[in-house]
């Protein structure tokens, strides 16, 4: 069965401490793994896309990196701003079709 | 700014009321997809349109009825809600349901069943 868990489900960091988020899934045929920030009350705002294993992508304070079992955002230097919750979701092969499998979520908070 | 806008923001409304939910998009896309989602969890997807047909429906209850007017609007069609069916309520679009590229989503509609 394909599976995305996420962990840890909440963490708490300094201003400027940084720190990993990881994403661990199974799924046969990998066709895309997606990296959201989702804030309360909104939907999830796309970050990043990663297609095959090795492949790294940046925005900002944030780089999201992907193995053949796992997926890493790290954080550098976070900012209060950057408090959000992190959602890794991944797509399976074509015949699976378009549907997008979740993890739970990573909380982040930041404090000043 | 979301390039996937969804109205209205809040919506409270009785078991025994109609109501619906509206999402638009400007970006070309050909899939448009509602999702649910309840507090500290996940989306949960509930329909898939693809070139405005049904593509997909995730065993959601017949009191949910979705449409796809055109290629940029989605609706969601409300009636005898129940209270369990409090939720936020995401619409997303992407390229096509047989794309690799991101799906894009709202900001969600809050639905208060009272």
């Known amino acids: 069965e394909d599976q995305v868990t996420q962990s840890p489900e909440a963490l708490r960091l300094q201003e400027g401490e940084s720190s990993s988020l990881n994403c661990s899934y199974t799924v046969s045929g990998l066709r895309g793994l997606f990296w959201y920030r989702q804030d309360p009350g909104k939907g999830p705002e796309f970050l990043f896309t990663l297609y095959s294993a090795g492949e790294e992508k940046e925005k900002e304070r944030l780089k999201a990196t992907l193995t053949k079992k796992e997926s890493f955002l790290h954080i550098t230097a976070p900012k209060p701003e950057d408090s959000a919750t992190y959602l890794c979701a991944v797509q399976g092969p074509y015949e699976a079709g378009t549907a997008l499998i979740f993890g739970k979520g990573t909380t982040l908070s930041v404090s000043s | 700014d979301t390039e996937v806008t969804q109205t209205p923001k809040h919506l409270v409304m009785g078991m025994t009321n109609k109501k619906s939910l509206k999402c638009e998009q400007h970006m070309g896309h050909r899939a448009m997809y509602w999702y649910k989602q309840k507090a500290k969890k996940p989306p949960e997807l509930m329909f898939v349109?693809?070139?405005?047909?049904?593509?997909i429906n995730e065993s959601v209850p017949s009191r949910f009825s979705p449409e796809c007017p055109n290629s940029s609007l989605l609706n969601l069609h409300l009636h005898a809600l129940q209270p369990e069916d409090s939720a936020l309520y995401l619409c997303a679009s992407s390229q096509g349901i047989n794309s690799n590229q991101p799906q894009h989503f709202g900001d969600g509609t809050r639905l208060s069943i009272l």
């Open positions: 349109y693809s070139y405005e047909k049904l593509s």
